[in-house]
């Protein structure tokens, strides 16, 4: 069994996004994010970001942005952190034949959104729970999967799930269709113990710890 990535809807205030490429190095990931490949810094927790020498707000100004990445059922992921902007690079991320996943969490309203990228094309993306608003190159790609979970009519413009279900649950049952369609896997150990390397994709932090 695997830990799948539904289980991020239930994360708050945690990152901006999580992206997911598949035909890319974790290292070469972040090159593509933006991130200097000289500027890695010695693998470290989540909770040890914040510790590092770089400031996500500034008034007026834009903020740091930093990426943790690794490796989770054939993917490479890149954890972002602070006002990066590197997964809006989705058609330099998917250049010459990867494939791009981003999840962007925002909870509620706006919805959380999903983004694919393949071959250095936009494909499609949709916010959660306002699936009937679908872009990209190929709005519909995933339409027969969304119609097959119930959450849309097979014409793409009819919610199916009652108004007042809990968005969470529709997140869910969105989500799961990507993470079923493209086989994505992410532990929560990612986001608790595990240790993996970050750089800076915006601005330049310290990108040293604290302690």
């Known amino acids: 069994m695997t830990d799948g990535i539904v289980w991020l809807v239930d994360l708050e205030g945690w990152m ?6 598949r035909g890319v190095a974790p290292e070469d990931l972040a090159v593509r994010m933006g991130g200097d490949p000289d500027g890695a810094t010695e693998p470290i927790t989540d909770g040890e970001v914040e510790d590092l020498g770089a400031e996500w707000y500034r008034p007026g100004e834009y903020g740091d ?10 993917w490479s992921f890149a954890l972002e952190y602070g006002d990066s ?10 250049r010459d034949g990867v494939e791009v996943v981003r999840y962007v969490p925002i909870q509620e ?6 983004y694919y990228a ?13 699936e009937v608003w679908r872009w990209g190159r190929e709005p519909d790609l995933l339409l027969p999967d969304l119609a097959a979970a119930g959450v849309l009519a097979p014409d793409g413009r009819t919610c199916l799930p009652p108004e007042d279900e809990d968005y969470k649950t529709g997140y869910r049952r969105s989500l799961g269709v990507v993470e079923q369609r ?5 532990s929560p150990a990612f986001l608790e113990d ?5 750089c800076a994709v915006r601005g330049a932090p310290r990108m040293t710890l604290s302690r």
Do not use: N, Q
Not at 85 to 94: A, C, R
Not at 109 to 114: E, I, L, Y
Not at 182 to 186: D, E, K, P, R
Not at 194 to 198: H, Q, V
């Open 118 to 130: 393949r071959d250095g094309v936009f494909r499609c993306g949709f916010g959660l729970r306002e």
């Open 182 to 186: 493209f086989g994505l896997s992410l």
């Open 109 to 114: 309203h706006p919805p959380a959104s999903v």
């Open 16 to 21: 901006s996004s999580v992206v997911f490429a």
């Open 65 to 74: 942005g930093v990426v943790r990445v690794g490796e989770s059922a054939g």
């Open 194 to 198: 595990a240790r993996l390397p970050a």
């Open 85 to 94: 902007t590197g997964g809006d690079l989705l058609e330099e991320i998917s």
